[in-house]
């Protein structure tokens, strides 16, 4: 089995010795008082489960029942709330061997079961049987007659002591006190949370109201009844694990919770903290979807940007031909600052933008992914590529001066059929040492071989960059 493989290196059985001491004291999930998850963005969660248990005084087995499935065993903690120094853990196991039929059967190999069957007339009947095998299929021995299968039930006198029907921590303890109140605290595979954000942006493409919600998937294997739930933003490194399993698509709707207050975030190490308001259960095989952010009258501005051509189309001796129908990206772009109404930091997610058409009507115009931003950085999300907005790029002039030096003339050529007029960032890339001689527009260096030309382009009119550079290659 899958899990059996993972934890393998882990579990042992209890002793018999050890399970005779004291006997046996079962803590379950009728037994908790409190519980937190904190939830990481890397699949990994953090669970404290506080019980309230009649433990005996000496040396006693505690059983500690419905935990995740998917629990990292080697980083788990027990302690007493009652009297830190009462309780002393002497061994620690964490039992995998899971009941199912299949297990079942595999652990009366070479014993007495009884094989049920029912008569033509109605009636039960009843015959001792050897399960000799389960190895592609149930062999049974009856007298002196092997049997291939059985077409009745077969009942099995007892469940095997060292089955159970779900993943349970078993600790031999040393205890002092009669009665404990222990918090057990574990770290398990399977949780995956990610942010998500509607901004609704104005028709004037300036204000925007922006809402965030944190989506939840718990496959851990576990329930959660009314956690205290904490979410982390940021890259927690991990050791290497050979062992993964990825999430299935996040899928939720709950449109109640709009009016929920959003968390109380707070820095974390250099992390993001964001703890829900109030508990939530998380339940099992469950997509939860959390108020994160709400955010009205916040200021937007859309931003045009032509990239650049491919690096070297216009370098070299042979001639290129224009660059036509080039349409630049179109960014919303807006400060994650208090003075936007803003200034929480947003962790990494998609942001889907929505505006009004003429009749009132919203629609869907694009989306980006953000990474991890903090407060008081620019946000920019490419939703698309303009319409209206036409370039085209050409080579106007080009000398060869020696093997390594060359000159080039360079037109672009921004038509703006919009009944508005625009700003527009037009992207250059240059090569080698270079040397302006001559530019109709300034511009501003991105870094050593990027030009930005920032120009205004009139409504239904054109805008002409030209320049002349000298490279050295």
């Known amino acids: 089995m899958r899990m059996g493989m993972r934890w393998m290196a882990f579990a042992v059985m209890m002793t018999a010795a050890g399970i005779a001491a004291g006997g046996v004291t079962d803590a379950t999930g009728e037994d908790q008082t409190d519980v937190a998850v904190t939830v990481y963005n890397n699949g990994l969660g953090f669970v404290k489960d506080t019980r309230q248990l009649e433990l005996p005084v000496g040396d006693v087995t505690l059983a500690f029942k419905d935990v995740a499935e998917l629990i990292k065993p080697e980083t788990v903690s027990l302690r007493s709330l009652t009297d830190e120094g009462s309780m002393a853990v002497l061994e ?52 002196d007659d092997i049997y291939l299968g059985h077409p009745g039930q077969v009942v099995l006198p007892k469940v095997p002591e060292e089955l159970y029907a779900t993943p349970t921590l078993i600790w031999l303890l040393n205890n002092n006190v009669a009665g404990q109140t222990v918090e057990l605290s574990y770290l398990t595979e399977g949780f995956r949370w990610k942010a998500d954000y509607v901004l609704t942006l104005e028709r004037d493409d300036r204000s925007m109201d922006l809402t965030g919600w944190v989506t939840m998937d718990n496959r851990s294997g576990a329930t959660y009844e009314n956690a205290q739930l904490k979410l982390v933003a940021g890259e927690v490194h991990r050791a290497p694990d050979a062992a993964g399993a990825g999430l299935g698509a996040f899928m939720a709707d709950d449109a109640a919770m709009m009016r929920a207050a959003p968390p109380i975030q707070e820095a974390f190490g250099d992390f993001h903290l964001y703890t829900m308001p109030r508990p939530t259960t998380i339940r099992q095989n469950q997509t939860k979807q959390l108020l994160l952010l709400e955010v009205n009258g916040a200021t937007a501005e859309k931003h045009y940007e032509l990239p650049p051509a491919p690096r070297h189309y216009f370098y070299g001796g042979v001639q290129r031909q224009p660059l036509r129908d080039l349409r630049p990206d179109v960014y919303l772009k807006f400060i994650n600052e208090e003075g936007n109404n803003m200034g929480m930091p947003l962790p990494e997610g998609v942001i889907r933008v929505y505006q009004e058409d003429s009749e009132g009507l919203l629609q869907f115009a694009g989306e980006d992914r ?37 000159e080039l003339g360079l037109e672009i050529e921004v038509r703006n059929h919009k009944d508005t007029p625009i700003t527009i960032d037009v992207i250059e890339q240059v090569i080698g040492d270079w040397r302006m001689l001559e530019n109709s527009h300034e511009f501003t260096e991105r870094d050593a071989h990027t030009l930005v030309f920032a120009v205004d382009v009139p409504a239904r009119d054109k805008t002409v960059i030209t320049y002349r550079v000298r490279v050295q290659l």
């Open 370 to 406: 953000i990474q991890h931003t903090p407060r008081d950085e620019e946000v920019r999300i490419k939703t698309g590529k303009a319409f209206d907005i036409v370039a085209e790029r050409k080579r106007t002039s080009y000398r060869r001066l020696s093997d390594r030096v060359h």
């Open 92 to 143: 620690q196991n964490y039992e995998y061997d899971l009941m199912s039929p299949s297990k079942l059967m595999e652990k009366y190999v070479g014993k007495r079961v009884q094989l049920i069957s029912l008569s033509d007339d109605h009636r039960f009947t009843s015959v001792e049987a050897e399960l000799l095998s389960v190895n592609q299929g149930p062999i049974y021995r009856v007298g």
